[in-house]
């Protein structure tokens, strides 16, 4: 069974630092394509960072040179390094696992508040 969950989430301050974890299983780690994404209440789910098995990444231009994701292949962990924060990063960010033909899954998300 394919099992993706999320840790690290909570309250910060603007300007703060806050690091996401993604553990998974289920699925063949080091072939994946893992991606964070985030929700706000009222918008649509968009793409923050992904990173490929060939250790590329791409960033939102919004959470350019704030944010850096990264993986252990070792642990089947990705990470969400997020500096700088802003109230507009506030949502529920979740984690993607992609295979090219073979799908994708989600994990349940976990809480980012960025308020004062």
């Known amino acids: 069974q394919v099992q993706l969950v999320e840790s690290g989430g909570g309250l910060v301050q603007p300007g703060g630092s806050l690091r996401l974890s993604c553990s998974a299983s289920g699925i063949i780690f080091r072939l994946s394509t893992m991606g964070w994404y985030r929700q706000a209440p009222g918008k649509q789910r968009e793409l923050v960072a992904d990173?490929?098995?060939?250790?590329?990444?791409n960033y939102a231009d919004s959470v350019k040179g704030r944010f850096t994701i990264s993986r252990d292949n070792a642990k089947n962990t990705v990470y969400l390094q997020m500096n700088s924060l802003k109230p507009e990063d506030t949502a529920v960010y979740y984690c993607?696992?992609?295979?090219?033909?073979?799908?994708?899954?989600w994990g349940q998300g976990t809480q980012v508040t960025v308020s004062s």
């Open positions: 993607n696992a992609k295979r090219v033909a073979i799908g994708a899954y």
């Open positions: 990173i490929t098995s060939g250790n590329k990444s």
